[in-house]
């Protein structure tokens, strides 16, 4: 009881000194026994979250997994925590408290995966960088809100021939329309994929939820609780958030955008702006047309014909390095990619190869 | 049914039908971020205004589009208010919605009417066509021209109320703050209603339609 108050003092001290521009990570990784029947299990963090196994195991079956949970670890951001063998229990979260559901089921705790590497240095040490606004929340109509515009219609038409009383009664249901919208709390995610001579990395942000995946996971306002719903038979889950937007920032697993001036190996891009390292246009951006797969970077606009990119996506560059932002063309239209130090910059321009 | 009737449901169908399957049809079908208040306005801005005539006391059936066209407004209000659309910018645009849906509405009464003969009831059809559906598209069709950039052709556009109402539909328009004034669609509109007044005053007596018919 004593170290969990320590704990948790600890965890509220560090949230409250958290240098700005980058939160608090809310996902550790646990490895936990499994042993059947089991219907669920609850790891419950609280007060900053929980996690909810949907197991379905049968008697005698026995699964050792590793899940993520909403945890802080009072001592996690620290220098060197983590790095000794005589490390304090401190440096990992709290135990949480573990509720398995089912007729005679067993979930036992085994040992906490080593500490998650700080999101900005995923990749590698890039700096902060600006990370896309969470999009706005998805929203739709309740179902008696339909039944109420499909009657308003029938009253009107009933009543064509009293606009008198027809109109009283539409300005009325309109009324009780207005509250009918719904609000799903949750967006499509905006992401944006980042690549250099480090690496690549995909940030993401989203109002509500995430799918499930690893990673550093920040949320806002980071009072907000986090739930991470795990289910074993598919394997997958999601990570949401109470009232909050999350951002994650995760190593880019799978096909990386090649987007090699010469010839696009990657997306369809419907905007493109790009800097050159060197050279006449040094340092100012230069927006282009739209780049298509397989095509060589189209010339750029003319000042003025394009619009700028957005301040977030700036927000981190080096300064004096080569540099390609796009918006990628569909995907819900909230997904981008930011380039820095390339080792080709477009038409042959000079400084065209340089590494970091 | 009469052409009235017709032109309510087309209108109606309009609004409402994208915002219901947008909810419920998986990955929506609406653009992410557009204003969906602006998307439902835009059938009743296109349609209120039509200077048609009423051919007989029966094709009038006494429902005016301003009758049908709040709730699935109000639908729209709500759905942009429960995404966070400022609620100051949702009421500007209300506003500028009403003025240019009695604005619209009243012309096509006005111009209904009165007589078919004589160059100003020529004049309100043919301005209508000018000032609200010709400038979107126009700057749709000029798209494609490389000498006239987005600016512009926003601006163009923006001479219509439809087009003034469209740039609410572009990303997260209404969700930056509340629109401007619409200037120069409220001279438009106030231009072809005088010459619908003006072409009025000119229609014989007898070919006054009975009152609460509309367009």
Request: proline residues 10%; neutral net charge; contains cysteine.
């Amino acid at each position: 009881m004593t170290h969990r108050l320590i704990a948790l003092l600890g965890s509220v001290i560090l949230l409250a000194s958290a240098p700005s521009g980058q939160g608090e990570n809310r996902r550790w990784e646990m490895e936990l026994e499994l042993v059947g029947p089991l219907d669920s299990v609850l790891l419950d963090c609280a007060p900053l979250g929980e996690t909810r196994i949907h197991a379905d195991l049968l008697e005698g079956e026995r699964r050792t997994l590793v899940v993520p949970v909403p945890a802080i670890a009072p001592l996690s951001e620290f220098p060197g925590a983590g790095s000794s063998a005589s490390a304090s229990e401190f440096e990992f979260p709290p135990k949480p408290g573990i509720s398995a559901m089912g007729a005679g089921g067993t979930a036992r705790f085994l040992r906490w995966l080593p500490r998650p590497q700080s999101g900005e240095k995923i990749g590698a040490e890039v700096g902060p960088r600006g990370r896309p606004p969470a999009p706005r929340a998805i929203a739709r109509i309740r179902p008696g809100g339909i039944a109420l515009v499909l009657g308003a219609l029938v009253l009107a038409l009933g009543l064509r021939r009293r606009a008198h009383i027809a109109w009283p009664a539409q300005i009325l249901l309109a009324a009780l329309a207005l509250g009918s919208g719904m609000d799903s709390g949750e967006s499509i995610p905006a992401r944006v994929l980042e690549g250099g001579t480090w690496g690549w990395r995909v940030t993401e942000s989203a109002r509500g939820a995430l799918p499930s995946g690893s990673g550093w996971l920040e949320v806002q306002p980071e009072g907000a609780r986090v739930r991470f719903d795990i289910t074993l038979n598919p394997l997958g889950g999601r990570v949401s958030a109470e009232d909050g937007s999350l951002v994650r920032i995760s190593a880019l697993e799978g096909p990386r955008p090649a987007l090699d001036p010469a010839s696009s190996g990657g997306p369809d891009l419907d905007r493109v702006w790009s800097r050159m390292s060197a050279g006449a246009d040094f340092g100012g951006w230069r927006a282009h047309g739209p780049w298509f797969t397989g095509e060589g970077l189209p010339l750029p606009l003319p000042p003025g014909e394009a619009p700028d990119p957005p301040g977030w996506l700036l927000k981190g560059l080096k300064p004096g390095t080569y540099a390609l932002l796009g918006h990628i063309a569909g995907e819900g239209g909230h997904s981008w990619v930011r380039i820095e130090g390339t080792p080709a910059a477009p038409n042959g321009a000079p400084g065209s190869r340089e590494s970091r | 049914m009469n052409s009235r009737l017709l032109l309510c449901g087309v209108a109606w169908s309009l609004s409402v039908v994208p915002l219901v399957l947008d909810g419920w049809v998986p990955g929506g079908v609406l653009p992410p971020g557009a204003s969906r208040f602006g998307l439902a306005l835009l059938p009743w801005l296109a349609l209120a205004g039509i200077p048609f005539r009423a051919r007989a006391a029966d094709d009038v059936a006494g429902l005016p589009l301003l009758v049908l066209a709040p709730v699935p407004l109000c639908l729209a209000l709500g759905l942009d208010l429960a995404t966070g659309t400022p609620v100051a910018a949702l009421i500007w645009a209300a506003a500028q919605a009403g003025v240019l849906l009695v604005g619209l509405s009243l012309l096509a009464r006005i111009s209904g009417r009165s007589g078919p003969e004589g160059a100003f009831a020529s004049a309100v059809g043919w301005g209508w066509v000018a000032l609200v559906p010709a400038p979107p598209l126009l700057a749709l069709a000029l798209g494609g021209s490389e000498a006239l950039g987005a600016d512009r052709l926003w601006t163009m556009a923006e001479v219509s109320p439809l087009g003034w109402v469209l740039r609410w539909t572009t990303a997260d328009a209404l969700g930056h703050g509340a629109p401007a004034l619409p200037l120069l669609p409220l001279l438009g509109l106030a231009l072809l209603l005088g010459l619908a007044l003006r072409a009025g005053q000119g229609a014989p007596p007898g070919q006054e339609i009975q009152e609460g018919a509309g367009p």
